[in-house]
C-alpha cells in the first residue's frame, strides 16, 4: 500500500484548491494493522459519525474491508491515526486527483492518536473529504464559529497538553440529534 504523509501530499489538491469526493457512493476504510492501525473505540467513533451524521444525506456508505488503493475502484476515504503536521490534531488530504476539477478519487484522513478521535474531530475531517470548509473560506463567508458550520466550526482554543476532549466538552448547543457536536480541532 501507497501511504503518503501530508508533507508529500497537498492539503486541499493540486494548486490549493478544494477537493471532494469524486461521488455519492463512498466507500471508506479504516486501518487496521501496523503503525497506523485504529483502535477499536476510534473504529466505533467513526461508524457512529458516519452513520448520525453524513447517513441522513444523499452520501451512501460502505465499508470497504479490501480497500483498493489505485485504479477505477479505489476506496473513497482511508482513515488512520498517525502523526500530523504542526499543532494540528487531524488532516485530510487528496492523495489521487480525479481527471474532473476539483474531484479527489481517494481521501485520507489522518488523526493524532491518544484519544484524538472523537466525534468531533472525525466529521470535521470526513466533512473535508467532501469539500466542506472552515467559515473563513465558505461561501458564503462566516465566521468561524457560526452555528450553521456544524462540526466544520473551527476552535479557538486547543486542549491543554495531554488533556483528553471529551465528546461533549466543547459542545456548542443544540444540534440535531440527541447527542453533542464538539468543534474540529485541526489548525
Same mark, same amino acid.
Given at each position: 500500500?501507497?501511504n503518503? *504523509?501530508?508533507?508529500?501530499?497537498?492539503h486541499?489538491?493540486?494548486n490549493?484548491t +478544494?477537493?471532494q &469526493?469524486d461521488n455519492?457512493? +463512498?466507500?471508506y476504510?479504516?486501518?487496521?494493522?501496523?503503525?497506523?492501525? !485504529?483502535?477499536?473505540?476510534?473504529?466505533?467513533?467513526?461508524?457512529?459519525?458516519i452513520? &448520525?451524521e453524513?447517513g441522513?444525506t444523499?452520501?451512501?456508505?460502505?465499508?470497504?474491508? *479490501?480497500?483498493?488503493?489505485s485504479g #477505477?475502484s479505489?476506496? #473513497?476515504i482511508?482513515y488512520?491515526e498517525? &502523526? +500530523?503536521?504542526g499543532?494540528?490534531q487531524?488532516i /485530510?488530504?487528496c492523495? $489521487?486527483?480525479?481527471?474532473?476539477?476539483y474531484?479527489? #478519487?481517494?481521501? %485520507?484522513?489522518?488523526i493524532e492518536?491518544g484519544?484524538? %478521535? *472523537?466525534p468531533?474531530?472525525?466529521c470535521?475531517e /470526513?466533512?473535508?473529504?467532501?469539500?466542506l470548509?472552515?467559515g473563513?473560506?465558505s461561501?458564503?463567508?462566516?465566521?468561524?464559529?457560526d452555528? =450553521? !458550520?456544524?462540526?466544520?466550526?473551527?476552535? =479557538?482554543? =486547543?486542549? $491543554?497538553a495531554g488533556?483528553?476532549?471529551?465528546?461533549?466538552? *466543547?459542545? /456548542?448547543?443544540? /444540534?440535531?440529534?440527541?447527542?453533542? =457536536?464538539?468543534?474540529?480541532?485541526d489548525a
Amino acid at each position: 500500500m501507497s501511504n503518503p *504523509t501530508p508533507f508529500d501530499m497537498p492539503h486541499f489538491g493540486e494548486n490549493g484548491t +478544494v477537493c471532494q &469526493s469524486d461521488n455519492a457512493s +463512498v466507500s471508506y476504510y479504516m486501518d487496521s494493522g501496523g503503525a497506523n492501525k !485504529l483502535e477499536d473505540d476510534d473504529k466505533r467513533v467513526v461508524r457512529d459519525v458516519i452513520a &448520525s451524521e453524513y447517513g441522513p444525506t444523499d452520501l451512501a456508505f460502505s465499508y470497504d474491508s *479490501t480497500p483498493s488503493w489505485s485504479g #477505477d475502484s479505489e476506496t #473513497d476515504i482511508y482513515y488512520s491515526e498517525a &502523526s +500530523v503536521p504542526g499543532s494540528a490534531q487531524g488532516i /485530510t488530504f487528496c492523495n $489521487a486527483v480525479a481527471p474532473r476539477a476539483y474531484r479527489c #478519487d481517494q481521501q %485520507y484522513v489522518r488523526i493524532e492518536g491518544g484519544g484524538h %478521535y *472523537t466525534p468531533g474531530l472525525a466529521c470535521h475531517e /470526513t466533512g473535508h473529504a467532501f469539500g466542506l470548509l472552515h467559515g473563513n473560506r465558505s461561501y458564503p463567508q462566516v465566521g468561524m464559529q457560526d452555528n =450553521r !458550520l456544524g462540526c466544520m466550526k473551527k476552535s =479557538r482554543l =486547543r486542549p $491543554a497538553a495531554g488533556s483528553k476532549p471529551s465528546a461533549c466538552s *466543547t459542545a /456548542t448547543g443544540p /444540534t440535531r440529534r440527541s447527542g453533542c =457536536r464538539t468543534t474540529g480541532w485541526d489548525a
